[in-house]
């Protein structure tokens, strides 16, 4: 649990700083004279005229961050895909979106930032602590937040250093003036949280590393940008998401204040904002990810996205002489460790628990949100480990941005050495990982969730993936949506969701709203693991239904014979009385079965086939699952049930088709 300072932190913030300063600004206008805003500065005076202003102030954040206008030529050679980038810019210029599964869209020619384009639904301009955006209405608010994250301008900015075209900065002012003129500081959902106006703030950030010499951009827009950027930090300072348990929203008000500092160090304000940023990303970064690596909130999505965060802060932080631990740094790469074994052969990675696409950078606009290997390039040039680097494959445009071609070069010089595949343990986690050169099974034995409330997690405990010699065979459900349907959340969140065992149809934690459960009672234990060259075996059991009447547990048993390359799942429901217990397998889209009799299946894919043999009789039933946030595909299930007196068992027998 979190420290007794924790919770004088939350008091004084939650109680006397964060009212205190809404209701000021309730009354006041945040945008203070131009004269007033240049004294803040160590550089200048009131007197300061507004081009020297800004051309010292350019000139200063140059080497702040990853990338500025004088890297364009050696940056831009590195880049293999130009046409899809110029394409990217033009949807930009054309206001064409497609977000969180909307597909295609086209805002017109003035975008509503107000507006969920997929329900319709437009929220009012009233003060950020008035609305409310979890109603159940249909729709849903991270439509907007997305739009309002600003990627869009990674886009332009590529495109325009690769052919110089002036409509690219010409729609950057635009986009920013309109978001400005539609947006009154604090007014508005996009004002709502802290987090999203980090993002949004780092992403206005890298733009002008993109846009900061672009002829057109006068200085009278930059002064403007400058004046929003700074309340930007003061808002993420004084409204940070500290709460009683806090998450990966908090973590990113650390990060956003790493960067609005480093911008803004001439300040004082700047100089409290670093500091500020260190302390909270020292401190999540211990009570947020295990000591094995994993991010505690037990969704392998919101791992990418807490990794990213962190390292993002770490190379930022480091340019401006912020010095963080080595406890920080160590369990920075345990973070990458963690990645880079649940990262499949194929280079995808386990839907486990809710995914929301959500990214700090993105620089390519039809990015795989399934793929992290981008994160491991950055991960072996600043830990130089070889593994990372094979890993990670061919993907490192990310590290191109965010470490230059010295960190390319970096990555170019480490040996290749492709080590044999290891069966891992991440204990404190609960993630098993049981793997040779071409199969791959992860599973989660783990608590649902930290604190006993489930937030980003499912009910999927000893639910498992499987992958087979380029195939994904058995997969899990993903998430599909939030607040637009709370219902349709719950579902993919719920047991029967998974790849696990059901007990008189009831959860194995009861859910309480969207992101809560009423209490984990799980307790998982893990009665046997072992690995070696040939075997791998994992025996744990779970008490989330020792709530019911005639209490029971699930125990299950792994199996994995490498030489004979067969998985052996045995379950046993114990305790006493009689029990409905349902067993449920996920395919992955394009998986067919094929009955070869009522207990035995022939699963098969584009490059290989799987023989699944069952102690109870198999049936394939119609279902979906869901690969990204916003996205569902038909799918099929291998479902079986029985009922009687405990204990019941299911042995299911895994093996290659010739």
């Not at 280079?347 to 290997?373: A, Q």
């Not at 790849?499 to 809560?516: C, H, S, Y």
């Amino acid at each position: 649990m979190y420290p007794l300072g924790h919770f004088y932190r939350l008091c004084g913030h939650r109680l006397i700083e964060r009212p205190l300063w809404r209701a000021y600004h309730r009354r006041h206008s945040a945008v203070f004279p131009e004269a007033q805003f240049k004294q803040r500065f160590c550089f200048a005076t009131a007197e300061t005229s507004r081009s020297e202003f800004v051309g010292e102030l350019m000139w200063r954040v140059r080497e702040r961050f990853f990338f500025s206008p004088k890297d364009q030529l050696r940056l831009t050679r590195f880049l293999s895909n130009k046409q899809e980038i110029v394409d990217a810019a033009e949807k930009v210029v054309s206001n064409t979106v497609n977000l969180l599964g909307s597909g295609e869209r086209c805002l017109g020619a003035t975008i509503d930032w107000h507006q969920d384009f997929k329900s319709g639904k437009v929220w009012p301009i009233d003060y950020c602590s008035d609305l409310t955006y979890a109603q159940g209405d249909g729709s849903d608010i991270k439509v907007p937040w997305e739009l309002s994250r600003f990627h869009q301008l990674l886009w332009l900015g590529k495109g325009y250093w690769l052919t110089g075209d002036p409509r690219y900065p010409s729609k950057f002012r635009e986009l920013v003036e309109a978001w400005i003129d539609a947006n009154p500081f604090g007014y508005g959902i996009h004002w709502i949280n802290a987090m999203e106006v980090s993002f949004r703030a780092c992403n206005w950030i890298l733009g002008v590393g993109f846009f900061a010499d672009a002829p057109g951009l006068l200085d009278e827009f930059w002064m403007r940008f400058f004046q929003q950027l700074f309340l930007h930090g003061e808002f993420v300072r004084y409204n940070l998401e500290l709460e009683r348990v806090v998450g990966n929203h908090y973590l990113s008000n650390g990060v956003g204040l790493i960067f609005l500092g480093s911008f803004f160090q001439d300040t004082a304000a700047g100089k409290s904002w670093l500091n500020w940023g260190k302390r909270i990303l020292e401190r999540e970064i211990r009570h947020q990810v295990h000591s094995d690596g994993a991010d505690f909130e037990k969704s392998i999505s919101y791992h990418r996205l807490v990794l990213e965060m962190l390292y993002c802060a770490f190379i930022c932080g480091q340019r401006s002489q912020v010095v963080f631990s080595k406890g920080f740094k160590k369990r920075l790469e345990r973070m990458f460790d963690f990645t880079a074994n649940y990262t499949k052969p194929n280079g995808k990675v386990p839907r486990f628990s809710d995914s929301d696409n959500g990214r700090l950078f993105r620089f390519s606009r039809d990015e795989d949100f399934n793929d992290h290997r981008g994160a491991l390039a950055i991960g072996a040039v600043l830990f130089e480990r070889p593994d990372f680097k094979c890993a990670a494959g061919s993907q490192v445009e990310d590290l191109i941005w965010f470490l230059g071609e010295k960190g390319l070069n970096t990555l170019r010089g480490l040996p290749h050495t492709q080590n044999l595949p290891v069966s891992r343990a991440f204990q404190d986690s609960g993630y098993y990982i049981l793997r040779d050169r071409s199969a791959h099974m992860i599973i989660d034995a783990g608590k649902i969730g930290p604190y006993k409330v489930g937030v980003h997690g499912h009910n999927d405990t000893f639910s498992f993936e499987l992958f087979f010699g380029g195939e994904e065979f058995i997969t899990d459900s993903g998430t599909y949506a939030y607040t637009s349907n709370f219902e349709t959340h719950q579902r993919f969140a719920s047991t029967a969701a998974h790849n696990t065992v059901r007990i008189d149809n009831r959860e194995i934690a009861e859910f309480d709203g969207i992101w809560r459960i009423k209490a984990d009672l799980t307790y998982p234990q893990v009665r046997e693991w072992s690995s070696n060259t040939r075997y791998d075996i994992l025996e744990v059991q779970h008490h989330g239904y020792s709530r019911l009447t005639d209490s029971v547990i699930h125990r299950r048993r792994f199996e994995f014979n490498k030489p004979a390359t067969t998985w052996l799942i045995h379950d046993w429901i114990l305790g006493r009385g009689n029990h409905q217990c349902e067993l449920f397998f996920h395919l992955s889209e394009g998986i067919s079965a094929q009955p070869l009799g009522d207990c035995e299946l022939r699963l098969e894919g584009t490059t290989a086939a799987l023989h699944i043999q069952c102690s109870v009789p198999l049936m394939i039933l119609d279902g979906e699952i869901s690969p990204i946030y916003g996205v569902k595909v038909p799918a099929r299930i291998l479902y079986s049930v029985q009922r009687g007196e405990v204990p019941l068992e299911f042995i299911t027998r895994i093996s290659v088709e010739d």
